[in-house]
């Protein structure tokens, strides 16, 4: 399984940006994709999750209604619309998969892709 993250970028604060989580390596549709994010000396948070199957979803407290995850089954993508930023959302964003259904903590993911710098300024 390969994850490639991409689309991060300097954005002023109440901008938007878009990652991109290009998958490959196998067939998704029995996996979770996640978003996850840690900013300099913090540990990873979740962000959002989705099931590749159904499209159910689930976010962090602190991105709900201003960010938004999705998937492309014909570029086999997962994305991240985030709307709004602030520079609390500055930090490294990681995509990841998981066997199974949604989830919020990183241990049980099983694919990280190389993350990808979001830096917001205010």
């Known amino acids: 399984v390969q994850l490639q993250a991409s689309g991060g970028g300097l954005v002023q604060a109440g901008g938007s940006l878009r990652l991109s989580c290009a998958a490959s390596?196998?067939?998704?549709?029995?996996?979770?994709m996640g978003w996850f994010r840690q900013a300099p000396g913090k540990e990873r948070e979740f962000v959002a999750s989705?099931?590749?199957?159904?499209?159910?979803?689930y976010y962090a407290d602190s991105v709900k209604g201003r960010f938004t995850i999705s998937r492309d089954n014909a570029k086999n993508t997962v994305d991240l619309q985030m709307n709004s930023l602030k520079p609390e959302d500055t930090a490294v964003y990681y995509c990841?998969?998981?066997?199974?259904?949604?989830?919020?903590?990183?241990?049980?993911?099983?694919?990280w892709g190389q993350g990808t710098l979001v830096t917001v300024s205010s």
């Open positions: 390596g196998r067939t998704f549709s029995n996996y979770a």
């Open positions: 989705m099931t590749w199957s159904s499209g159910t979803t």
């Open positions: 990841a998969a998981r066997r199974g259904s949604i989830a919020g903590s990183s241990r049980v993911y099983d694919y």
